[in-house]
């Protein structure tokens, strides 16, 4: 909206006032989520294009930059869902603007204002409102209220101002954690030690999808030439500091989740691999993090995990369609393709099958 908008933080309400003598026929209301992913119920904002300007609101505060409105809800707190539903739609929307923008937030989370604090104070030189807490009526001449994604964790050259793509916001994300320009070869490469060995971080998780036998799998990755880094990130984690290791790693390894995300940080050619549990699922470990991988100049090495890797086999043996017939599972939709593949399953490495696939990472990073 572009002339007269006025913001009541009270009702949660966005108006648009038409100039003096314009006729609008009829007033016209909206009523939506904020929010670029709409999964998960969010709070919703009011948006009225006005007929009665004896309806307006009375401004409290003037502001003369644009303002965007968006939300924090929905599946905010994973990782991958912050990115994709959020900063990277929240960067492509407000960069151009050079800082001159206000943001106002609803589903207000403190967290995720100051892990993200360096990327928010970035995209604007305002303070960043509360809506949820607001009392106050704001006018701006120019306001966008909700976020556009242009997919999942993806941007396309098309849509994106100045033909910005993935490749261009990992280098983004460098400059922003003030990390090696991305120019700068990889760890393993730069190192001057003699007995150098790559470096790999293995991510960890508490809950679904986890490794039965983590420490085998620890000690498999030591004994195959590799410098092993252990990780469990979870919300809170600094992500100044966090940047920083993984930016210190040659290989991010870990089950089909939201910490591979954290790939935004490594080095050009690094290597990302992709543990992808069993039950098909092959397609979306490459839509949500295989393609962008390779949009971004990394480099992916995935390992499907067979029946007598996943605990699923074990909980309901070999004659089940979980394990018999995956694409029956998948077929009936995605509620039960994410309970059974997604929420149900840990996995339990076979480490002598695995091994070919750490051999395959030393020989891409010593070329």
């Not at 709070?43 to 609101?57: F, S, Y």
């Not at 369609?321 to 994410?338: Q, T, Y």
Request: with cysteine; glycine share 4%.
């Amino acid at each position: 909206m572009t002339g007269d908008v006025r913001i009541d933080g009270n009702i949660s309400t966005v108006y648009f006032v038409p100039p003096p003598n314009t006729f609008v026929p009829k007033q016209q209301e909206w009523t939506f989520s904020p929010q670029s992913c709409r999964i998960i119920q969010t709070k919703n904002v009011a948006v009225k294009h006005l007929h009665n300007l004896q309806d307006v609101p009375t401004c409290t505060i003037k502001s003369n930059v644009p303002v965007m409105v968006f939300s924090l809800g929905g599946l905010v707190g994973n990782i991958w869902h912050d990115f994709s539903d959020v900063i990277i739609p929240l960067f492509l929307a407000s960069k151009p603007l050079n800082g001159e923008v206000q943001f106002l937030i609803r589903d207000f989370f403190p967290w995720f204002v100051e892990k993200y604090s360096l990327i928010l104070k970035d995209l604007s030189n305002y303070d960043i409102v509360n809506f949820d807490k607001d009392k106050e009526v704001r006018c701006y001449g120019r306001a966008t209220v909700g976020l556009l994604n242009h997919g999942d964790l993806g941007i396309h050259p098309d849509r994106a101002f100045d033909r910005f793509d993935l490749f261009r916001f990992r280098i983004y994300m460098r400059e922003i954690y003030s990390l090696p320009p991305f120019w700068v070869d990889l760890p393993y490469k730069v190192d001057p030690r003699p007995s150098k060995k790559p470096r790999l971080m293995l991510v960890l998780r508490a809950g679904i999808r986890k490794f039965l036998n983590a420490e085998e799998v620890q000690e498999m990755i030591k004994k195959n030439g590799f410098e092993l880094v252990v990780v469990e990130p979870n919300k809170n984690v600094n992500l100044t500091e966090f940047s920083k290791l993984v930016d210190s790693c040659d290989v991010l390894m870990g089950v089909h989740g939201a910490a591979l995300t954290n790939f935004f940080f490594l080095r050009t050619n690094a290597i990302m691999i992709q543990i992808i549990p069993y039950g098909h699922i092959d397609n979306f470990a490459f839509w949500y993090y295989g393609s962008q991988a390779l949009e971004m100049k990394l480099r992916k090495i995935d390992y499907t995990i067979i029946p007598e890797e996943s605990s699923l086999l074990e909980k309901y043996g070999w004659d089940h369609p979980v394990i018999k017939d995956p694409d029956s599972v998948n077929a009936r939709g995605f509620e039960d393709r994410m309970k059974y593949y997604w929420y149900e399953q840990d996995i339990r490495l076979n480490v002598t099958r695995f091994v070919p696939v750490l051999v395959k990472a030393l020989q891409l990073l010593k070329q």
